[in-house]
Nanobody, 118 residues
């Protein structure tokens, strides 16, 4: 399984950006797709996840501003980011977790940098 993240860039505070994560390879019927971010000097943190059934969870800091749609037909996940703040500046990573009877298998994308600055 390979993940290709894209869409990062420089945006002004209050602006919007959409990240994409294209997944190639086998995605199991039970899976979780998610976005994580890591700001300079900080640990990687969860931003949002979406389960194969469609349920979502968001970090408190992004609730109401970010959404995580997915297109199963295209094996692609997105992160729609609105009302961006300087504290959203980070490298954003996508992850897919496949669940099988043998365990959980995690795959990461390479990261895409989002900079929120005027």
């Amino acid at each position: 399984v390979q993940l290709q993240a894209s869409g990062g860039g420089l945006v002004q505070p209050g602006g919007s950006l959409r990240l994409s994560c294209a997944v190639s390879g086998s995605i199991f019927s039970i899976n979780v797709m998610g976005w994580y971010r890591q700001a300079p000097g900080k640990q990687r943190e969860l931003v949002a996840i979406i389960q194969s059934g469609g349920s979502t969870n968001y970090a408190e800091s992004v609730k109401g501003r970010f959404t995580i749609p997915r297109d199963n037909a295209k094996n692609t996940m997105y992160l729609q980011m609105n009302s961006l703040r300087p504290e959203d500046t980070a490298v954003y990573y996508c992850r897919v977790s496949n669940f099988a009877s043998t365990g959980r298998y995690d795959y990461w994308g390479q990261g895409t940098l989002v900079t929120v600055s005027s």
